[in-house]
C-alpha cells in the first residue's frame, strides 16, 4: 500500500525509495546489534546508551550533563542515571566547571579513555576489513551520500 507521499513520486523514484528504506533498516538493526556488542565489550551490565555517551566524551571532551543530554538527544534524568553507574564502573568522573563552579564537568577517567579507544579500534578494525575490497571512488560515493542523509535529520 502506497502512502500519499509515495503517491506523488515518479515509479522509478518510487522504487528506488522502497529498496534505500528497506536498505536502511536492515542496516539500522545490524548497528544496533554492533552497539550492544560493543557496550557488552566495555561491561556487561552496560546499556547501549551509555556507550553512546562515552563516545560522545571520547570526541567531543567534558561537559556538563545539560550538554551531553543534549548531544545524544534524551532528557537529564536518564542522562544522569547513566553517568551515575558509569562513575560507579570507573569509567566517567564529575569535575568542577573552571567557569562557573556551582557546574560540574562529566569527563572520562583515563581508564575509560583507554577502555573506550580499545573499544572503538576493535571496532575500527572490524569495519575496515568489511569495506576493504572496495576501491575509493565507492568509500567515497557512500561516505558523501550518508553525510548528505545525516545532515537531512539536522534540519
Known amino acids: 500500500m502506497r502512502t ?7 515509479p522509478g523514484k518510487a522504487v528506488a525509495m522502497e529498496s534505500l528504506d528497506i536498505q ?3 542496516l539500522w538493526r545490524r548497528a544496533r546489534a554492533i552497539n550492544q556488542e ?12 551509555a556507550y553512546g555517551l562515552l563516545s560522545v566524551l571520547l570526541h567531543q571532551g567534558a561537559m556538563r550533563l545539560t550538554e551531553l543530554a543534549k548531544c545524544i538527544g534524551v532528557g ?5 542515571r547513566q553517568i551515575t553507574f558509569l562513575q560507579k564502573l570507573g569509567l566517567v568522573h564529575k569535575e568542577a566547571d573552571p567557569g ?3 557546574a560540574q564537568l ?3 577517567t583515563e581508564g575509560g579513555r583507554e577502555k573506550l579507544i ?4 576493535r571496532r575500527q578494525e572490524s569495519f575496515h ?6 576501491d575509493e571512488a565507492e568509500l567515497s560515493v557512500l561516505a558523501a551520500s550518508l553525510t548528505k542523509l545525516n545532515d537531512e535529520y539536522l534540519n
Request: charge should be neutral; avoid cysteine; charged fraction near 25%.
Open 76 to 80: 537529564k534524568p536518564s542522562v544522569s
Open 4 to 10: 500519499p507521499e509515495q503517491s506523488r513520486l515518479s
Open 24 to 26: 536502511l533498516s536492515l
Open 106 to 108: 562529566i569527563d572520562l
Open 100 to 102: 562557573d563552579g556551582r
Open 38 to 49: 560493543l557496550t557488552r565489550s566495555v561491561h556487561p551490565d552496560m546499556e547501549p546508551a
Open 129 to 134: 576489513a568489511r569495506l576493504s575490497h572496495w
Open 118 to 121: 580499545a573499544v572503538q579500534a
